[in-house]
């Protein structure tokens, strides 16, 4: 099975502090993804990426920055974290075959910033 | 751009029943694939089942059936011999074949099954 790792399951940062966020995956996905799970609005799209350096908005990508240097790897940066970003992060990959279309998805990095 | 309606943010069943979890969708497309994923306290989502949009045979996964109606664009979920470890937040998700492959979720529903 697909295994995606995010580094950390719970975070507490500071107004205006820089966070980073990082997952792995190793199946070696073309595809990997960020989203933000909130309450009542479920999983929203930060960014994604479809291959190493590349990257493409999701729907909410204002306040957030991403990075894939190595196609494993794939990171969520706060540049200046703000009490709204308070949020459950959720890393995702998937392979890019239609016919296998599965997004598999990691455990969840819970973020507060105070 | 897609959308995806939960209608019921909660709902609960008695052990051993059945439960069905409603789900709507938006879209012009012809070809997509639709979802449901499970999201147990644990945090950890798991895929409970897939459905082409082209394949008019609802898909089934052991107690988990859904009811697909492409022309109403409805995709409803069927957990039959609800069991405790059933309990957790259900997601309706659509997907778009494109790059990317990404997935545009509902707001989920919450599952309590009771004993």
């Known amino acids: 099975d697909v295994k995606v790792t995010q580094s950390s399951r719970y975070l507490v940062k500071r107004t205006g502090e820089k966070v980073f966020l990082e997952c792995v995956q190793d199946?070696?996905?073309?595809?990997m993804f960020w989203y933000r799970q909130d309450p009542g609005l479920g999983l929203r799209l930060i960014y994604f990426s479809y291959d190493v350096k590349m990257k493409e908005k999701g729907d909410i990508p204002e306040g957030y920055s991403v990075s894939r240097e190595k196609k494993e790897r794939f990171s969520l940066i706060l540049e200046s974290a703000s009490t709204n970003q308070t949020s459950m992060y959720l890393c995702a990959s998937s392979s890019p075959h239609r016919g296998r279309a599965k997004m598999t998805f990691g455990a969840g990095s819970r973020l507060t910033v105070l | 751009a897609q959308t995806v309606t939960q209608s019921q943010p909660e709902m609960s069943v008695q052990e051993a029943e059945t439960v069905t979890l409603s789900c709507t969708y938006d879209t012009s497309e012809n070809n997509y694939y639709l979802f449901w994923y499970k999201q147990p306290p644990s945090r950890q989502m798991i895929l409970v089942i897939r459905q082409e949009a082209y394949k008019q045979q609802n898909a089934t996964e052991n107690r988990f059936s859904v009811n697909f109606q492409k022309a109403a664009k409805s995709f409803s979920l069927k957990i039959s011999d609800s069991q405790l470890g059933d309990t957790a937040m259900y997601f309706c998700a659509f997907m778009k074949p494109e790059y990317g492959n990404k997935l545009v979720f509902g707001a989920g529903t919450i599952l309590r099954v009771k004993s």
């Open positions: 199946m070696d996905h073309e595809n």
